[in-house]
């Protein structure tokens, strides 16, 4: 062999070669494994999805009463389509922060004091910032026993991600039931809120029906995603195999 001439390459102990190899079909597996889990993810978020768009087009019913209150959970009750009467607290509403189609403000969410003696949190909607005044919503403040129908929401405790609920400044970021009726010395009350819709709205009022319904659905993307890089993991692993194969012939020609 002369001085310009490139050494051939060593090839890899069995040991090694057999570590690489298994190491990089486990990495496969795994791979594989969570674009099946995407899948399976994708199948369970469109059946939420038609679930969630039966509930909201389905004719409106009575709110959950007191014996139902330990079973509300998200799965089973949300967006639910409902009809409630009562009386509204209006000195006990609370103002949560909100970002809507109309711009920034406040969600106005007011206790309402139903036949049964319970309360419910009810998000009459919307108001700009120049409208969190009560006394400036005060000739659209709803007075007497009234019904009306709009979607059941779990409550959202604690804040958003960035904010927290700091109830002692009444500031509020999200619509926390519990922390919002103990706040306002509120007792009896559903462990779920209701987000009203156009029904209630009046000139200068708190505008409803602005619940955005969306979810969403990247899981084929994600399932895709997934796969190609187990793809081209496998690709890998038999690239190594291959060369490591010619080189053991290459050397055992030269021999």
């Known amino acids: 062999m002369n001085d310009f001439e ?19 079909m486990l990495g496969v597996a795994v791979l594989a494994a969570l674009g099946t889990w995407q899948l399976q993810r994708r199948a369970w978020k469109l059946d939420l999805i038609q679930r969630i ?7 409106p ?4 009463g007191r014996a139902e209150w330990p ?9 639910r389509r409902v009809r409630v009467t009562g009386v509204f607290l ?32 009810v998000n009459r909607g919307f108001v700009a910032p120049e409208r969190r005044d009560p006394a400036t919503r005060w000739a659209s403040e709803i ?24 109830p002692s400044s009444d500031r509020w970021y999200s619509r926390d039931v519990a922390a919002i009726a103990a706040a306002r010395g509120l007792t009896d009350v559903a ?3 209701i987000d009203a819709d156009a029904t209630l709205n009046a000139h200068d009022g708190p505008v409803g029906g602005l619940t955005v319904i969306a979810f969403q659905n990247n899981h084929l993307l994600y399932a895709i995603t997934w796969y190609a890089l187990a793809l081209m ?15 053991r012939r290459t050397g055992s020609h030269q021999a």
């Open 61 to 64: 019913v009575a709110a959950p």
């Open 143 to 166: 007075r007497g026993e009234t019904t009306f129908t709009g979607l059941l929401r779990i409550t959202e405790p604690g804040g958003t991600l960035l904010r927290s609920n700091d």
């Open 53 to 59: 768009e039966r509930r909201v087009h389905a004719p």
């Open 71 to 79: 079973t509300i959970t998200a799965a089973n009750y949300e967006y």
């Open 90 to 121: 209006n000195d006990r509403e609370t103002l949560v922060q909100a970002v809507t189609e109309l711009g920034p403000g406040s969600w106005v969410i007011t206790p309402l004091r139903m036949s049964d003696g319970a309360l419910v949190l």
């Open 191 to 193: 462990p779920c809120f």
């Open 6 to 24: 490139e050494a051939a390459p060593a090839p890899r102990s069995p040991g090694t070669l057999a570590f690489l190899v298994v190491l990089g």
């Open 233 to 247: 993991l496998a690709g890998g692993v038999a690239c190594v195999i291959r060369d490591q194969w010619q080189i």
